[in-house]
Antibody, heavy 118, light 106 residues
Framework: QVQLQESGPGLVRPSETLSLTCTVSGGSMSTYYWSWIRQPPGKGLDWIGYIYYSGSTNYNPSLKSRVTISIDTSKNQFSLKLSSVTAADTAVYYC????????????WGQGTLVTVSS | DIQMTQSPSSLSASVGDRVTITCQASQDINNYLNWYQQKPGKAPKLLIYDASNLETGVPSRFSGSGSGTDFTFTISSLQPEDIATYYCQQCANLLTFGGGTKVEIK
């Protein structure tokens, strides 16, 4: 069974770039798409984007100008960069596999809280 | 962009009750609709895919139906362990989640 684990700073200063990495274990990165989803405290889920092992990406239009998702299959990792962050970007950030066949997410990482504050 | 409107935003029901949640898409999404359960402090878990297919290992008291723009998620007999927030998610055009429905025990 594929397992995912997010890592990265828990605190980011306003206007700086949020950077997170997701490490995948227990499966091949060529099997799925790989996605980032976030959830502000007490609020709902917001899809950020996904990447295929080939490097092709698709992003949420509302975040597209600030988001970059990249992949390193040699390390079994994919990464998220979100630039020019504000307090509104404070959220739990999840990485998850995305199955193109049924359009569903899973498995998921446990999530990591990123707070944007000076 | 496709918007997903879920209702109600919260509900309170007794153990054994039938619980129904609806999700409406802003345009036709065929059956490209999934349902998730999220318990506090945990990642969401897929319950239903393609509007009506039960994910392996998910109890049969959970079900989904619908096509086009209107979808329904049902718990046939609410159990204490079903306390959670439930989300719909469309995959017809990019990916969008509904706003969530928090289910509590009365």
């Amino acid at each position: 069974q594929v397992q995912l684990q997010e890592s990265g700073p828990g605190l980011v200063r306003p206007s700086e770039t949020l950077s997170l990495t997701c490490t995948v274990s227990g499966g091949s990165m060529s099997t799925y798409y790989w996605s980032w989803i976030r959830q502000p405290p007490g609020k709902g889920l917001d899809w950020i984007g996904y990447i295929y092992y080939s490097g092709s990406t698709n992003y949420n239009p509302s975040l597209k100008s600030r988001v970059t998702i990249s992949i390193d299959t040699s390390k079994n990792q994919f990464s998220l960069k979100l630039s020019s962050v504000t307090a509104a970007d404070t959220a739990v950030y999840y990485c998850a596999s995305y199955n193109w066949n049924d359009g569903a997410f899973g498995p998921w990482g446990q999530g990591t809280l990123v707070t944007v504050s000076s | 962009d496709i918007q997903m409107t879920q209702s109600p935003s919260s509900l309170s029901a007794s153990v054994g009750d039938r619980v129904t949640i609806t999700c409406q898409a802003s345009q036709d999404i065929n059956n490209y609709l999934n349902w998730y359960q999220q318990k506090p402090g945990k990642a969401p878990k897929l319950l239903i895919y393609d509007a009506s297919n039960l994910e392996t290992g998910v109890p049969s008291r959970f079900s989904g139906s619908g096509s086009g723009t209107d979808f329904t998620f049902t718990i046939s007999s609410l159990q204490p362990e079903d306390i959670a927030t439930y989300y719909c998610q469309q995959c017809a055009n990019l990916l969008t989640f509904g706003g969530g429905t928090k289910v509590e025990i009365k």
